[in-house]
C-alpha cells in the first residue's frame, strides 16, 4: 500500500510538524505535538497510484485535509503542498535502489504540479495535477509529495507506473 499521510499540527507562535509515515529523508520536528491541534493532510488513495498511467495522462493527486482535535491555536504559516513524478525506472527494485541524486541524472525526467497552497478548511480537497508528457518513457516513476510549512518541509513518495498506449488496446 502507497498510502501515508502528512500530518500539520499548529501551536501558538509555531507550527509543529508531524509525519505519520514519510521518505526517511524528510526534515521537520514532530516533538510535543500530541497535544496541539490544527489539520491533517494525507494523500494518495491506492486507486490513485495503483492504476497504470499513459503519456499524455494527467496525475491527480488528491489531498485531503481533516481536522485534528479541536481548533487550532495562533496564526499558522501557509501551508505548500507539492508533487512531481521522475523516470523512467526499468523496474520497481531500481527505482528504490536509486541515489536521491538520480532525479538530476540525463536519462531521467521530472514532470512537477504546481505549488498548491490550501486554505486548511476541514473538508477542503486540494489536488495537485502533475501533466505527464505525450513522449514520456514506459517504466516506474518516482511520485514525491511533499509539505512545506513555516521553513520545515515533510515529504513521502509512491510509485506510478506509465505503460505505453499499445499497452492500453493489447492486441
Not at 488528491?62 to 525506472?89: D, K
Not at 512537477?112 to 516513476?141: N, Q
Request: hydrophobic content about 40%; overall charge negative.
Amino acid at each position: 500500500m502507497f498510502l501515508y499521510r502528512l500530518a500539520l499540527l499548529c501551536a501558538a507562535g509555531a507550527a509543529a510538524v508531524l509525519l505519520a509515515a514519510c521518505d526517511p529523508g524528510a526534515t521537520g520536528e514532530a516533538g510535543d505535538t500530541a497535544a496541539s491541534a490544527g489539520v491533517t493532510y494525507s494523500c494518495c488513495a491506492d486507486t490513485d497510484v495503483d492504476s497504470p498511467y499513459y503519456p499524455g495522462q494527467v496525475v491527480s493527486v488528491l489531498w485531503t485535509v481533516e481536522s485534528t482535535n479541536g481548533p487550532a491555536t495562533g496564526a499558522a504559516a501557509q501551508v505548500e503542498l507539492s508533487a512531481s513524478l521522475t523516470g523512467p525506472y526499468a523496474t520497481v527494485g531500481q527505482l528504490k535502489s536509486a541515489p536521491e541524486d538520480s532525479t538530476n541524472a540525463a536519462e531521467y525526467v521530472t514532470f512537477t504540479a504546481p505549488p498548491v497552497r490550501p486554505s486548511g478548511t476541514p473538508g477542503e480537497k486540494p489536488v495537485s495535477t502533475i501533466l505527464i508528457s505525450s513522449d514520456a518513457g514506459p517504466g516506474y516513476y518516482n511520485l514525491t509529495t511533499a509539505m512545506k510549512q513555516g521553513g520545515q518541509t515533510v515529504g513521502g513518495a509512491s510509485i506510478i507506473r506509465v505503460v505505453t498506449p499499445a499497452a492500453r488496446h493489447p492486441a
